[in-house]
């Protein structure tokens, strides 16, 4: 059962527009979110997480927004560039354990010029 | 800085051969991961690590076998390849602690015939 969806596989954007990436979960157990960057021949990266405790987290041009009660966050890039075109994965894990990381089938974003 | 590194990056197996993917971190992480990543499918958790000597299993652990004899390296085992192995496969690791992120390597592809 995939606890973690993705439902959008693509995503097309105007360089400097917003991109706003979905996820939504199922397993109301999930108390810490993260998002990772993939580009192509690579593994995953690091981009932003975000504590159950939390509704907002920001770092920069990245900011994740948790609402637990509809068990979906989302991912705003503000201003996208180029290089930020890549698949985003969701992620979520649970408190009792938070070594069995799920994770979404991914977004590839595409950033034009 | 070498980070999470994969060893081989390609191979291509015969049904029912045998081999062992390495994993090497040089951060001085306690815990180590062992995913697959198949097309339309979000990374999923093979087997872990959450300190040398121990090993514990994932989401999809069938037909795999993983060895942490030394903090740096995790192995994972194919004993009899099937086709159904036919994957993209990541290692991670992370430091202690809650909610930390993981690092990944960058992947092997791994082909059965």
């Known amino acids: 059962d995939q606890q973690v969806k993705q439902n959008s596989p693509s995503l097309s954007v105007q360089e400097g527009r917003i991109s706003i990436l979905n996820c939504d979960y199922t397993n109301s157990m999930f108390d810490y979110f993260l998002w990772y960057k993939k580009y192509p021949a690579e593994g995953p990266t690091f981009l932003i997480s975000?504590?159950?405790?939390?509704d907002k987290n920001e770092d920069g041009r990245f900011t994740v927004f948790l609402n637990k009660s509809a068990k979906h966050l989302s991912l705003h890039i503000v201003p996208s560039q180029p290089g930020d075109s890549a698949v985003y994965f969701c992620a979520a894990s649970s408190w009792y354990n938070n070594n069995d990381m799920r994770f979404g089938a991914g977004t590839r974003l595409t950033v034009k010029p | 800085n070498a980070g999470v590194t994969q060893t081989p990056k390609f191979r291509v197996l015969k049904t029912g051969q045998s081999m062992t993917l390495l994993c090497a971190q040089d951060?001085?992480?306690?815990?180590m991961y062992w995913y697959r990543q198949d097309p339309g499918m979000g990374l999923r958790l093979i087997h872990y690590s959450v300190g040398e000597g121990t090993t514990a299993k994932g989401e999809v652990p069938d037909g795999y076998n993983v060895s942490r004899l030394k903090k740096q390296n995790f192995l994972l085992g194919l004993e009899s390849a099937a086709p159904s192995q036919t994957s993209v496969y990541f290692c991670a690791s992370r430091t202690g602690g809650s909610n930390q992120p993981q690092h990944f390597g960058d992947g092997t592809r791994l082909s059965i015939l």
């Open positions: 975000i504590s159950s405790i939390k």
């Open positions: 951060m001085n992480h306690e815990y």
